[in-house]
């Protein structure tokens, strides 16, 4: 038998958590469905959000958001959302495991994958001592040596970038791409170190979140006191968005109305790292917040 709901929330992350508060405040019937393993389920230390200066996980914001979300009577299913259908008024939604709901209004919060190689060690560190993005974490780096585990014109660009932090950067570039030599010329004149190999390990002491470096594939170890990942290539999850007609750009976000967050599609909205904006916790919350706002106004 088909659930019905107003809204439903496809993700759990930081926006569609925010989102089913508000629309829990609201008094709507909302239902999230989160396959739990979006970016927000790797990041062990947030540093720029306020209200937490030592730092937080994603792991406890999406604790404390689910309990928050559910003393408003909001329903969670832990499972992932393979179709979508528009009929007449209403959406039809089918899971993995071959659920089916329905749902007035429709809210997209699937955010963004990030490309992260199968590194020894890697995830053990990860918003710890080894970053992903410059905006949040550029600050932790802060004159200390920095090794920055990329590819090609991805990973040299992260180098680049982490100069107005430190000037003391290693970059591997662990699939061997040759840089062009426009690049090349940038990362020689801020004397960032260049080594083209494979990233067999990062080292970590006792304490495994305490990166000490890399053991390349050729047995040769680089000290050092963060790290710092630029592959490039994460995969935007907007997929589901395509079932529905609902305009992308060329890399795959989702173009919504900066005000509203709404879509192309009517009563479909998108927030978060799915949308066009600066990929940030944050942010995020504020999409989640615009949304549910007039998400609520057209049900009303």
């Known amino acids: 038998m088909t659930k019905n709901f107003d809204c439903i929330i496809v993700g759990g ?53 689910r309990e928050h979300a559910e003393s408003y009577g909001v329903t969670f299913f832990d499972n992932e959302v393979t179709k979508l259908e528009k009929k007449s008024d209403t959406f039809s939604l089918l899971t993995r495991s071959g659920d089916t709901y329905s749902a007035k209004r429709l809210l997209l919060a699937t955010g963004v994958k990030d490309n992260i190689p199968n590194v020894k060690n890697i995830f053990k560190c990860l918003g ?31 180098a680049l970038t982490l100069t107005y932090f430190t000037k003391d950067i290693t970059y591997v570039d662990h699939d061997w791409n040759k840089l062009d030599t426009e690049i090349m010329e940038k990362v020689k004149k ?3 170190t260049y080594i083209q190999n494979h990233v067999e390990e990062v080292l970590i002491d006792e304490q495994p979140e305490n990166f000490l470096g890399v053991r390349l594939k050729n047995g040769t ?33 989702i173009i919504v109305d900066p005000r509203t967050k709404k879509t192309n599609i009517e009563n479909v909205w998108a927030a978060g790292d799915i949308a066009v904006h600066s990929e940030q916790t944050t942010i995020a919350m504020g999409d989640g917040m615009q949304a549910a706002i007039w998400i609520h106004k057209s049900l009303l």
């Open 13 to 65: 992350g930081i926006a569609g958590l925010q989102a089913a508060i508000q629309l829990g405040r609201y008094r709507h019937k909302i239902a999230v469905f989160d396959a739990n393993d979006g970016r927000s389920t790797i990041c062990r230390s947030y540093h720029n959000i306020l209200g937490w200066p030592n730092g937080v996980s994603g792991d406890t914001l999406r604790k404390l958001g």
């Open 128 to 158: 710890l001592s080894i970053y992903i993005c410059p905006d949040c974490d550029g600050y932790e780096v802060s004159d200390k040596h920095v090794i920055v585990l990329g590819a090609g014109r991805a990973g040299a660009n992260m």
């Open 190 to 192: 801020e004397n960032i």
């Open 221 to 253: 170890v680089i000290n050092g006191d963060r790290g710092f990942i630029g592959f490039g290539g994460n995969e935007v999850r907007s997929t589901l968005a395509t079932q529905l007609g609902i305009e992308r750009t060329e890399n795959k976000h």
